[in-house]
């Protein structure tokens, strides 16, 4: 997405989100161009957030977390490119009695909704330029 406006303004945007939402965030980090973040989420939003049927087992989860990438780069005419990344995790245990795995936590693949959040947030909050 490209937003007029500076990439600090953007950022700054995007954490008084998270706290309006009041997310369960660690690992925060920024920079002039990047900021990264770890947001801990219950198995609803686990669900809502990231593909939990794609294993090759039954997994009962407990809990996850995303970690969120969101990176600025300014462009010609006081734009800004915008883009969300993020990696998520699932914490359970495998309800496979046959090959029960030893493993807790679980690479999930991404549906683009915790993403997708954060950029209609930014779009309600900056003008739309045809």
């Not at 998270?18 to 900021?35: F, G, L, P």
């Not at 990264?36 to 977390?65: H, I, M, P």
């Not at 462009?75 to 359970?92: M, N, P, W």
């Amino acid at each position: 997405m490209e937003v007029k406006g500076e990439a600090l303004e953007i950022q700054e945007t995007l954490q008084s989100v998270v706290r309006e939402n009041q997310w369960r965030v660690h690992e925060n980090r920024a920079s002039e161009d990047t900021w990264t973040f770890v947001r801990y989420v219950n198995v609803e939003e686990l669900e809502k957030y990231a593909d939990t049927k794609v294993l090759l087992e039954q997994v009962e989860f407990e809990d996850g977390k995303a970690a969120v990438t969101v990176r600025t780069v300014d462009i010609d005419g006081g734009f800004v490119r915008v883009q969300i990344s993020a990696k998520i995790q699932g914490e359970g245990k495998s309800t496979d009695a046959a090959v029960k795995q030893p493993g807790t936590v679980w690479p999930l693949v991404s549906k683009g909704t915790l993403e997708q959040e954060m950029i209609a947030a930014l779009e309600t909050r900056y003008k739309h330029i045809e």
